[in-house]
């Protein structure tokens, strides 16, 4: 397999602080090297239900998780299973939900929270986070620019066809202090910041980068239900294939078959939604 794609999924950040705040994705969109549309998520927009969504192409309803009190490991077909089977390597770093989702469950925190696993049917470089503890008072987040900085590391060392990156840090400062805030204003100044150079790099190293979130949120720093704020998000996309006007709403179940569709994977008769990159 030659085509290489990168997922990054910033948690929590509703459209319209995408378009005020994210000042380098947005100059990439004037440039033209990037374009941009809204994401809108399934429902329950919960965190672990749209985690389960973006890979499997299925909704809630199908795959059965109803929030993050409800995380098991998936049997429908998804982008790592999917890649795997097509002989392309794969790797994530991100919360430890989605190695429940997609490899182990539960999660065991010596033997998942690192690990390199060349015959995996699934993901075969993981390096995940738990972030236990969390809660109003202490986000228990990494670093992003060391999340960003892990990811690369295994692009350059294991050759990755597909890489996830999600990072938490803005979904727990926006419960805190909701995203029209001063606080917030700066998270997703210095999120932007952070991202920044790696974005060329990764471009140089050959892949494509699709930079999103899984949900917004509203005013009071809620998501879950239904509504602009809650459910949609940007999407800014690095690459050459062509699209659909910027008008268009991506709903969130296309992204697995359009990032197996730039992988050259074959789609899995589960994922009913079309691609929407060409």
Known sequence: MDNKLLLIILDGVPYRNWRRLFGNL?????????????????????????????????????????????????????????????GGVTGAVAHSFWSEFFNRHPFDFVRDIEYDEPESETINHGRFHSMTGYGHANQMTPSDVDLFGTLTNLCLRFGL??????????????????HESHEMDHACAVMDEMLAPFIPRWR??????????????????????????????????????????????????????????????PIPKTMQAKPFLT
């Open 26 to 86: 947005e100059g990439w969109v004037d440039s033209g090297e990037a374009r941009v549309w809204t994401h809108r998520a399934v429902l329950p927009s919960i965190s672990a239900s749209c985690y389960a969504s973006i890979h499997t192409g299925v909704s809630p309803q199908e795959h059965g998780c109803t929030g993050n009190g409800n995380v098991f490991r998936l049997s429908h077909p998804d982008v790592f299973s999917e890649t795997r089977k097509a």
């Open 161 to 178: 066809n597909y890489g996830m990156l999600h990072t938490c840090t803005l979904d727990s400062m926006g419960h805190r202090f909701f």
């Open 204 to 265: 140089q190293m050959g892949y494509e980068v699709i930079v999103t979130a899984d949900h917004g949120q509203d005013d009071r720093g809620h998501h879950g239900g239904r509504g602009t704020l809650q459910q949609d998000a940007a999407l800014y996309y690095f690459g050459d294939a062509e699209g659909p006007s910027e008008d268009t709403v991506i709903d969130q179940l296309q992204l697995a078959p359009t990032i197996l569709s730039r992988l050259g994977v």
